[in-house]
C-alpha cells in the first residue's frame, strides 16, 4: 500500500502541471453540474415557491407514488421508449452506413462537398426543421403529397396518422443527424491500417468483402462505444424534437417525458412532480447504461468502463 | 496499472453523474433558465442606473410587468414619451422611480413561475390563469391588498366595481384585482357575401340552412377557387374558440352554470350530436382539411386572405378592423366581402355563443414586495378616467377627433414623438381588457364604429346576445381545485387530442372511439377532477 501511496505522489509531482489544468474543468463540473444537484430533493419535497427548495417540507415519496399511480405516466414513458428504440435502429446504423460510403468515395473535392452538405441540417433548430417537414408531409398543401397527387396517388398522411408519423419521426431525424454522426466514424475508419487493405486486394477480396471483413471490425470499438452511450439515453429524450414534429392527432405517440414534465412542471406549475418523474428517467438511464456496458464488457471486453 | 483502472473509473462515475446531472437540466430547469435569462437581460437593462439614483433621498423603487405582444410599432420599453409621461405625472409627486419589465406575452405562466421562485418578479405583475393565481394564493406568494385598497384605491372600486372586485377576494381577502371586461362578446361567424349573392343565397340563419349553404359552396365553388375550395375554415387555435358555437348550439339549453362547470363537455346531453356532425362536415369536406395541423390558424388565416374560405369563426370584429386581413382579401380577390352570420340554433332557437367572464387579467402584488403599496397606488392613479383615456388614445386634436355623434376617428398615421405604442399604448394601459373611450357608453359605441362597417355592428349585436360561457374550461372557484391545477393543461391537450381524431375518424368507427375516448380521458383525470370539482362547488359556492 505504501508503494502505491508513494507512486501517486511520485506522477502528482511529475504531471503537476497536467493536473493544475485538470481544475478548471473539474471546476466546472462541480460549479454547474454538482451544486444544481441539490434541486433534485425537489422530488422528495412539497415545493414552494415561494418558500424555495430548503425551506419547503419533506414529503418522502409522494410524488413517485403519484407518478406511478398516474396511466398518464405510462403512456409517456411507453412513447419515449419506444420512440428512441425505433430511433436507435433506423439512426444508429446510418452515419456508419454513410461513412463507410464516404471513406469509399474516389474524388476528393467532391466527397469534401458532400460531407459538408450532410453534415448541415445539424446545424439547424428543430422548430425550423418542423416547419419545413410541415411544408413537405402535410397531408393536402404539403409538396410531397401534392406530387403524390398529380402521379394519380392517394395522400398519405405523413404527420396527421400515428404509424405514418413515427416514420416521419425517424426519418427526420436520420436526415438531421446522421451527417454529423458520421464525423466519428469516418475518423474511426481514417485510422485504420492502409496495408491491410492492400495485403487484402492482394488476396483477390472485392470491395465488399473489403468493408465486411477489415472496415467494419477496424471500428467495432467505436461502434460498441457509441451504442452503449446511446443505450444510456435511451429512456432521455430531448423537449424540441417530439415537442415541434407532434401534433394533436399523433400525441397518442408524441406525448413523451420531456414534454410531459414541460407541461406538467412549468406549465401547470406541478415542479415536485416534474422533478420525480425527471429522477426517475435519470436512474433508469443510469441502470440501462450499467447494463449495456456489463454485456459488452462479457462479449468481448469492450466495454468503456 | 491499478492507478490507470482506478482514474478510468473515476473518470466514468463522473461522466455517469454528469449524464445524470444534464438529463435532469434538460428535463426540468433548462427552460426556465434560458427564460429567466432572457427575462433578466430585459429587466436590468434599464433598471440598473435607476436603481443607482434610488439610495438618494427616500425614492421608493416600483417595477411593473409589460407584456411584450411581439407586434410591429410598439415603442421601445422605458425609453418613450408614455414611459416619461408616467413618470412625470405619478412618478415625482409621489417619489416613486418606475422600472417597467418586459416579458414575451407567450411565456405568461413559465417566466412568471420562474419570477416568483427567484423572487425577482416586479411588483405588479397580472395573468389571466386562475389556476396560477390559486396556487400562488395556496402558497402564501401573494401580498394582501384588502387594506391597501381600502386605504389607497379609491378608484378601484368605483372604476372596477365591488361585483367584479369580488372576484379577487379569496378567503374574504383581496388577493387579487381583476381587471374589469366590460364587453362579454368574444367570438364572431363571418361568411362570403359575395358566394351568396352569385348563388343567390340568403345569409343562413339555421344549422340546417348553413348546412346546406356549405354544400353549394363545395360544390359549385362560387368563388372559382378549384381545389383550394375551402366552405369553412377551422384551425386549432385556443380551446373552444372556432367551433365552440356550433358544438353548443346541440347541447341541452336547460343545464345549468353548476351542470356545465361540473360535468366534461363530451358527455353534455346533445354534445355528442354536435361533434359528430362536425365529423359529417369533415368527411364530407366542408371543414378545412388540414386544421389539426394549423395550430395558430396561420393556414386558416392564409387561405382567408387569398379568397378561398366560405364561412369561419374567429375573434369578434377583427377581421373588419381597418387594414385587418378582410381589406387583404379585398385587394387580392376582386368583389371580395364577408357578412356577418350567426346560423347556429340550439333546440329552443336560440344562438348559444361563447362570452367572456366578466373579469380579464388578475392583477397580482407578490408577497416579498416592499412596494405594495405604491402599487396599489399606481393602479389607482391608472384608472382616473383621465389618465386611462390619455394613455388608451392619446390626445384630441392630435392623436384622434371626435365627431358630433361621439364617434372617435383615430389618426392612424400620426407619428409625432407622443405616438402611442402598438394596440394602443397595450403595454401602459394593461388595468384594462379594451381601449377606454371615457365612459362605458361611449367604449361600446366606439368599439364598432372603428371598423366603419354596418357589418361590425351586426356582428357586434350577435355576440352580445345568448352569450354564455365556457365554464369547464374556464371555472371559476373560491377555492384552489387541487387535482384541476395538475391537470389544466394536460385535459386541455387531451380535449384538443380527442376534437382532432373524432372529427376525421371515418363515421362508422365514431361511436367506439367516442365513447372509448371518453373513458379514458375519465380514468385519466376526469373522474378526479368532477370529483373534486363538485366538492369545491358545494363548500364554496352552495
Known amino acids: ?305 | 496499472m491499478k492507478t490507470k483502472k482506478w482514474i478510468a473509473w473515476a473518470l466514468c462515475v463522473l461522466m455517469v453523474m454528469s449524464l445524470l446531472a444534464c438529463s435532469q437540466g434538460g428535463g426540468t430547469s433548462s427552460t426556465p433558465e434560458s427564460s429567466s435569462a432572457q427575462g433578466q437581460t430585459s429587466q436590468t437593462s434599464q433598471p440598473e442606473k435607476e436603481e443607482s439614483t434610488a439610495p438618494s433621498g427616500d425614492r421608493t423603487h416600483l417595477s411593473i410587468l409589460a407584456w411584450d405582444l411581439g407586434l410591429d410599432g410598439q415603442l421601445p420599453l422605458g425609453d418613450n414619451y408614455w414611459c416619461d409621461w408616467i413618470q412625470e405625472e405619478f412618478g415625482e409627486p409621489n417619489n416613486i422611480e418606475l422600472e417597467w419589465v418586459a416579458m414575451p406575452r407567450w411565456e405568461e405562466v413559465t417566466t412568471l413561475n420562474v419570477w416568483m421562485a427567484g423572487k425577482e418578479a416586479p411588483d405588479i405583475v397580472y395573468t389571466y390563469d386562475i389556476n396560477v393565481v390559486q396556487n400562488y394564493i395556496s402558497q402564501g406568494g401573494l401580498a394582501d391588498l384588502t387594506d391597501l385598497v381600502a386605504e389607497y384605491g379609491k378608484q378601484l372600486s368605483s372604476f372596477i366595481g365591488e361585483e367584479t372586485m369580488e372576484y379577487g377576494v379569496f378567503d374574504g381577502r383581496q388577493m387579487v384585482i381583476p381587471s374589469p371586461r366590460p364587453v362579454s362578446g368574444i367570438v364572431g361567424s363571418s361568411i362570403r357575401g359575395d358566394w351568396l349573392d352569385k348563388l343567390g343565397l340568403p345569409v343562413p340563419t339555421t344549422t340546417e340552412e348553413w348546412y346546406d349553404t356549405m354544400i353549394a359552396f363545395r360544390d359549385e365553388d362560387p368563388g372559382n377557387v378549384g381545389e383550394q375550395n375551402v366552405p369553412c375554415g377551422m384551425g386549432m387555435q385556443e380551446i373552444s374558440f372556432g367551433y365552440f358555437n356550433m358544438l353548443y348550439s346541440f347541447v341541452d339549453p336547460s343545464l345549468t352554470q353548476e351542470d356545465l362547470t361540473l360535468t366534461y363537455p363530451f358527455l353534455y346531453p346533445g354534445y355528442k350530436d354536435g361533434v359528430r356532425f362536425l365529423n359529417q362536415c369533415y368527411n364530407e369536406g366542408l371543414i378545412s382539411p388540414e386544421f389539426a395541423l394549423d395550430t395558430d390558424c396561420s393556414k386558416m388565416y392564409s387561405d382567408i386572405t387569398n379568397g378561398y374560405v366560405g364561412f369561419f369563426t374567429q375573434n369578434l370584429l377583427t377581421g373588419y378592423k381597418p387594414g385587418s386581413y378582410f381589406d387583404t382579401m379585398a385587394e387580392n380577390v376582386d368583389g371580395a366581402y364577408y357578412v356577418a352570420c350567426d346560423p347556429f340554433t340550439n333546440s329552443e332557437g336560440k344562438h348559444p355563443k361563447l362570452s367572456n367572464q366578466p373579469y380579464g387579467k388578475f392583477v397580482m402584488v407578490p408577497g416579498f414586495s416592499e412596494s405594495a403599496k405604491e402599487a396599489i397606488m399606481y393602479i389607482d392613479w391608472l384608472l382616473v378616467p383621465e389618465n386611462l383615456m390619455r394613455l388608451s388614445l392619446g390626445d384630441e386634436g392630435v392623436h384622434y377627433t371626435v365627431d358630433e355623434e361621439g364617434v372617435f376617428h383615430i389618426n392612424e398615421d400620426y407619428d409625432g414623438p407622443d405616438k402611442l405604442s402598438a394596440n394602443s399604448n397595450y403595454e401602459y394601459r394593461f388595468i384594462v381588457e379594451d381601449v377606454w373611450y371615457g365612459s362605458q357608453e361611449a367604449t361600446f359605441k366606439n368599439w364598432t364604429s372603428a371598423c366603419n362597417n354596418e357589418q361590425a355592428d351586426i356582428q357586434f349585436e350577435m355576440a352580445m346576445t345568448d352569450s354564455r360561457q365556457d365554464p369547464w374550461f374556464f371555472p371559476y372557484f373560491k377555492k384552489a381545485v387541487q387535482s384541476e391545477a395538475q391537470y389544466a393543461t394536460s385535459m386541455q391537450d387531451k380535449y384538443k387530442e380527442m376534437f382532432t381524431i373524432l372529427i376525421m375518424c371515418s363515421p362508422d368507427e365514431f361511436d367506439s372511439r367516442y365513447d372509448s375516448l371518453v373513458d379514458e380521458f375519465m380514468t385519466l383525470y376526469g373522474n378526479e377532477v368532477c370529483e373534486e370539482r363538485a366538492q369545491v362547488w358545494a363548500e364554496t359556492m352552495g
Open chain 1, 1 to 305: 500500500m505504501g508503494g502505491r501511496k508513494r507512486r501517486i505522489r511520485y506522477y502528482i509531482k511529475r504531471d503537476w502541471i497536467l493536473y493544475a489544468m485538470l481544475i478548471l474543468p473539474l471546476a466546472y463540473y462541480l460549479v454547474f453540474k454538482y451544486a444544481p444537484m441539490y434541486g433534485v430533493t425537489v422530488a422528495f419535497k412539497d415545493y414552494n415557491i415561494f418558500k424555495g427548495v430548503m425551506g419547503s417540507e419533506w414529503v418522502g415519496l409522494k410524488y413517485f407514488r403519484s407518478i406511478f399511480a398516474m396511466d398518464e405516466f405510462y403512456r409517456v414513458f411507453r412513447n419515449t421508449l419506444m420512440l428512441n428504440v425505433l430511433d436507435l435502429l433506423f439512426s444508429f446504423p446510418a452515419p456508419i452506413i454513410l461513412a463507410i460510403m464516404l471513406s469509399e468515395m474516389r474524388g476528393v473535392l467532391y466527397k469534401r462537398i458532400s460531407q459538408t452538405i450532410i453534415y448541415l441540417p445539424y446545424f439547424i433548430s428543430w422548430v425550423v426543421i418542423g416547419g419545413i417537414s410541415l411544408q413537405l408531409f402535410a397531408p393536402e398543401s404539403g409538396l410531397i403529397n401534392i406530387i403524390i397527387r398529380r402521379l394519380g396517388g392517394e395522400s398519405v398522411p405523413f404527420l396527421t396518422e400515428k404509424w405514418h408519423w413515427l416514420f416521419t419521426y425517424c426519418g427526420v431525424g436520420v436526415w438531421q443527424s446522421a451527417g454529423w454522426n458520421s464525423i466519428l466514424f469516418i475518423a474511426a475508419i481514417a485510422g485504420i491500417n492502409q496495408e491491410l487493405y492492400e495485403a487484402a486486394t492482394v488476396d483477390g477480396a472485392g470491395r465488399f468483402q473489403r468493408i465486411w471483413h477489415i472496415t467494419l471490425p477496424g471500428i467495432r470499438p467505436t461502434i460498441v462505444m457509441m451504442l452503449i452511450l446511446r443505450m444510456g439515453s435511451l429512456v432521455s429524450i430531448g423537449f424540441e424534437r417530439p415537442y415541434v414534429m407532434g401534433n394533436t392527432m399523433v400525441r397518442e405517440f408524441s406525448d413523451v417525458i420531456s414534454t410531459y414534465v414541460y407541461r406538467v412542471g412549468l406549465e401547470s406549475s406541478n415542479f415536485s412532480l416534474a422533478t420525480a418523474v425527471g429522477l426517475f428517467q435519470s436512474v433508469i438511464g443510469m441502470v440501462l447504461l450499467v447494463l449495456t456496458n456489463t454485456i459488452a464488457n462479457k462479449i468481448d471486453g469492450g466495454g468503456i468502463f
